[in-house]
Structures are given as C-alpha cells and as structure tokens.
C-alpha cells in the first residue's frame, strides 16, 4: 500500500483546513488509517485514527472537537477535517496504515507511512 498526505498550508487561527491521504495499492477497507503529527524540535504524536470501514474513530485530547477524521472508501481517500486551528496545531502531518483490525495509537502500531503535508496556522 502506498500512501500520500495533502492539503496542507497556511490557516489563522480558528480557521480550518482539511487534509486528504489517498491510499493506493490494496483495497483500503484493509487498513486501519491514522493521522500523526510532528512539529519542529518534537516527537511524532498521534492525532487520530479512524477503523477500517470508519465504524470507529479514536482521537488525541489535544483535538478532540475540533478535528474529524473520516474515509470514503469508495474514493480511496482518508480526511482530516480540522477546525478552530491554533498555533499549536503547526506541523508535519503524516498518515499511516496497518492491516490489524481495531483502533491504534502508537507510531508502532503502523507499518505504512505516506509522505507529510505541512500545516502552519498564524496567531
């Protein structure tokens, strides 16, 4: 499988943005799909995860209810739908993939990685 972040740049804050990973390869009701981040001089953190036909989602608390995480299928596509931005949320974002049923966290937890899309969001 192979997997390619877009839609990322440069918001306010409180604005939004929504990132797209395509997931091309193998038929993506497969994998179980997730977004990380990693701003400059910090560790990759996970920031949220959606199951393998989007039955559940699973996100950091550091966006809970400002950023939904969805897939159609149908379209190959992952989303992550990002709202009320802030400074903070400024990174690398990166999706991931693994074949395991269930919801993961952990950078472990994913065998696939796309490219990043970066995000910045001004004060």
């Known amino acids: 499988v192979q997997l390619q972040a877009s839609g990322g740049g440069l918001a306010q804050a409180g604005g939004s943005l929504r990132l797209s990973c395509a997931v091309s390869?193998?038929?993506?009701?497969?994998?179980?799909v997730a977004w990380f981040r990693q701003a400059p001089g910090k560790e990759r953190e996970f920031v949220a995860t959606?199951?393998?036909?989007?039955?559940?989602?699973y996100y950091a608390d550091s966006v809970k209810g400002r950023f939904t995480v969805s897939r159609d299928n149908t379209r190959y596509t992952v989303y992550l739908q990002m709202d009320n931005l802030e400074p903070e949320d400024t990174a690398v974002y990166y999706c991931?993939?693994?074949?395991?049923?269930?919801?993961?966290?952990?950078?472990?937890?994913?065998?696939?990685w796309g490219q990043g899309t970066l995000v910045t969001v001004s004060s």
């Open positions: 959606i199951s393998r036909f989007g039955t559940a989602t």
């Open positions: 390869g193998r038929t993506p009701n497969r994998y179980t």
């Open positions: 991931a993939a693994n074949e395991r049923g269930g919801i993961y966290s952990g950078t472990d937890d994913y065998a696939y």
